[in-house]
């Protein structure tokens, strides 16, 4: 007798499922249409408020009958399914419409090593769907005796690797002379630190980059206020060039005298900025605790304070990497940051 009822209600269950997933697929065709008239219109394909919305809307129809939690972790995903759907659907999508797609993830070693390495980082990456690939090749070091990058043949074995797996590539360039040299290999121009507050050159990566918009993702200098920070970027943006993403990456504190941390998250910052300018804010988990341990939990609480991205090093063998391998985190990692 039981067994026939559980049967029966199984049947009805299968039948809930046929209509949902119905309904599911024409949602999809509905909302991807709408990303792809956004991206058309230049509009942000995000819109966090209209999603905040739906949930409450859905909320209140219930009635009490689900839990708001539950309603928001449905739609969330249903949310990220959709728009990882359009990315998979529209690989012609340039940079700049990429980067209109929340949230924006830039993953990759950090530095190019040689061709298998950043090839082997690039084809993980690639299979989860992230389609920016960081990698440096001309790295500013402390200590002028070390390593510094293999240059503009990193920046060959970069291109190749993102062209191989249909991704983007993401380098950190330290003069206007490299920059004009290599232009062409790199997609995100990334400005260090160390650089914020260089406003001559600055103005000349404003100028350059200013003849087709190249994306510009302009990191905080660990010991700048936020004001330096916004005033930096206009630099570039008075110079031409508009598109500019912000990085914080963590400061110097006076907790580094007994910290763990190599320096001190920022993730505060991320609510502050969200209200002082339109420009995009990701955070940087590997720079700002330098420690892989910590990487993932990081960069949960940096998309939960409103990061519109994240930058994360990574390495298939950080314990043999030439810079920087204790706070690089193994590829596949990379997924933990989502699993929510």
Same mark, same amino acid.
């Given at each position: ?39 058309? *219109? ?102 002028? *005796? ?48 160390? *650089? ?20 510009? $993702? ?51 910052? $991320? ?70």
């Amino acid at each position: 007798m039981h067994e026939e009822k559980i049967a029966e209600l199984r049947c009805e269950i299968d039948k809930l499922d046929e209509s949902i997933i119905t309904l599911f697929a024409q949602r999809l065709d509905v909302s991807e249409e709408i990303i792809r008239l956004k991206i058309a *219109n230049n509009f942000a394909a995000d819109d966090f408020k209209r999603e905040e919305k739906i949930i409450d809307r859905l909320f209140e129809l219930m009635d009490g009958k689900l839990e708001r939690t539950k309603i928001e972790k449905l739609y969330k995903s249903i949310f990220s399914i959709s728009k990882d759907s359009f990315k998979s659907k529209n690989n012609t999508l340039t940079p700049l419409e990429l980067l209109k797609l929340r949230p924006i993830i830039i993953a990759g070693p950090c530095v190019v090593e040689s061709r298998v390495q950043v090839e082997e980082i690039a084809t993980s990456l690639a299979s989860m769907g992230i389609k920016f690939l960081r990698g440096g090749a001309f790295k500013p070091r402390t200590d002028p *005796n070390s390593f510094q990058g293999l240059g503009s043949e990193g920046l060959d074995y970069l291109l190749d690797a993102a062209c191989k797996n249909q991704m983007f590539t993401v380098a950190e360039i330290l003069d206007s002379e490299q920059l004009e040299e290599n232009y062409e290999k790199i997609d995100i121009i990334q400005v260090g630190s160390r *650089n914020m507050s260089s406003y001559g050159f600055l103005k000349q990566v404003g100028k350059i980059s200013a003849i087709d918009s190249k994306p510009i $993702i302009l990191k905080r200098g660990f010991a700048a206020t936020l004001d330096e920070f916004l005033k930096a970027a206009d630099y570039i943006r008075n110079a031409g060039n508009s598109n500019i993403i912000l990085c914080l990456r963590g400061i110097r504190t006076f907790e580094q005298i007994d910290s763990k941390l190599r320096f001190t998250p920022d993730i505060g910052a $991320i609510l502050d900025l969200k209200e002082r300018t339109e420009l995009p804010v990701i955070f940087d988990p590997s720079h700002s605790t330098g420690i892989s341990k910590f990487v993932v939990p990081i960069a949960k609480a940096a998309r939960a304070a409103g990061a519109d991205g994240l930058m994360i090093e990574c390495h298939t063998h950080p314990d043999e990497a030439l810079i920087d391998g204790f706070q690089s985190i193994l590829p596949h990692q990379v997924r933990e940051i989502f699993d929510v």
